[in-house]
């Protein structure tokens, strides 16, 4: 009995080292493969390596240019009959301004980073990274123009200072052309000055300006 048990044992033992030795064979045939597949191909793979963090720098590098010729921002100070304000525009923006454009708008200014393009006609679509007009209508007039857009609850409202001016900041679907953005309207002498940005990427340059404006009350 006791021979027989040391048989078994030992062919157990026998069984378990030879799967042992086929296990890490094939272990060994995928790791040799692997770095078969690596060595040969190893200048493809830095290649691409390469590529994709040149591509990744030149994203980065492309918006640190465009935020660094934005600045510093360059000051636009009002005819005195437009009340003399002064706001503070990125450098490398176009810039449009329209004195007495109809008989209730008194100045019309719009500002973009490439051409300021203003398209007329019915129907027209114009679309400005920054937006202000003086109007010769209530704030309270205009401020009704945004009620319905609220309760469909695709514009939100709130308080807001400027220049130590209180105002109301609309955001979110500003107009009937869907642009969505944010508009701050805000009493200024007998007009209301409608100050905005129709597109959202602009939105941290459009509250630079609104932090750096100074409006004569």
Known sequence: MKQRGQINL??????????????????????????????????QLNAQAAKSAATNQKQLDDLA??????????????????GGFQLQIPKNWSLYVGNNTSSGVTLDLAANPDAVTINGGLGAVNTHSFHLQLRKQSLASISKEFETSIKKKILTSKSVTVSG???????????????????????VRDKTMVLSTEN??????????????????
């Open 165 to 187: 001016i209180q105002g109301t900041m609309f955001e979110g679907e500003i107009d009937k052309q869907r642009h969505s953005g944010a508009v701050v309207i805000l009493q």
């Open 10 to 43: 030992h062919l157990l033992l026998t069984i378990f080292l030879g799967i042992g030795m086929v296990l890490f064979s094939v272990l060994a045939i995928i790791a040799y493969r692997e770095n078969t597949y690596i060595n040969s191909n190893l200048s």
């Open 200 to 217: 959202r990427s602009y939105l941290n340059e459009f509250n630079k300006i609104l932090s750096t404006a100074k409006i004569i009350p």
């Open 65 to 82: 240019h465009i935020k660094a010729n934005q600045e510093p921002y360059r000051t636009y100070t009002a005819e005195a009959v437009n």
